[in-house]
């Protein structure tokens, strides 16, 4: 399974982003999917998560102004991200826990490459 970021870019604050991340790969469904910020010499950072149900988590700093939403069916998913800041600049990770289901059951988890997001002030 693999994953593709895209979406990324530079933005002036007060601005508006979608991320997209695609999976491809065969005979698999995606559980859970999980986006992740990391600047230069700081740790990652979890910033919204979705389940193959729907139910969605989010960070303190991206709780009202981002919106994380998946097509199960396309296997794609998306982060919104409105009211930019410049501390959201940062590259942006999706990760998704999978399951191969033939020949034999098999669960993974795949990273995407980074995507960066630049906010100017």
């Known amino acids: 399974v693999q994953l593709q970021a895209s979406g990324g870019g530079l933005v002036q604050a007060g601005g508006s982003l979608r991320l997209s991340c695609a999976a491809s790969?065969?005979?698999?469904?995606?559980?859970?999917m999980e986006w992740y910020r990391q600047g230069s010499g700081n740790q990652r950072e979890l910033v919204a998560t979705i389940t193959r149900g729907g139910q969605t988590n989010y960070a303190d700093s991206a709780k009202g102004r981002f919106t994380i939403t998946g097509d199960n069916a396309k296997k794609t998913y998306y982060l919104q991200m409105n009211s930019l800041k410049p501390e959201d600049t940062d590259v942006y990770y999706c990760?998704?826990?999978?399951?191969?289901?033939?020949?034999?059951?098999?669960?993974?988890?795949?990273w995407g490459q980074g995507t960066l997001v630049t906010v100017s002030s």
């Open positions: 790969g065969s005979g698999f469904s995606i559980n859970d």
């Open positions: 990760a998704a826990d999978y399951i191969i289901h033939h020949p034999t059951t098999v669960a993974g988890r795949a």
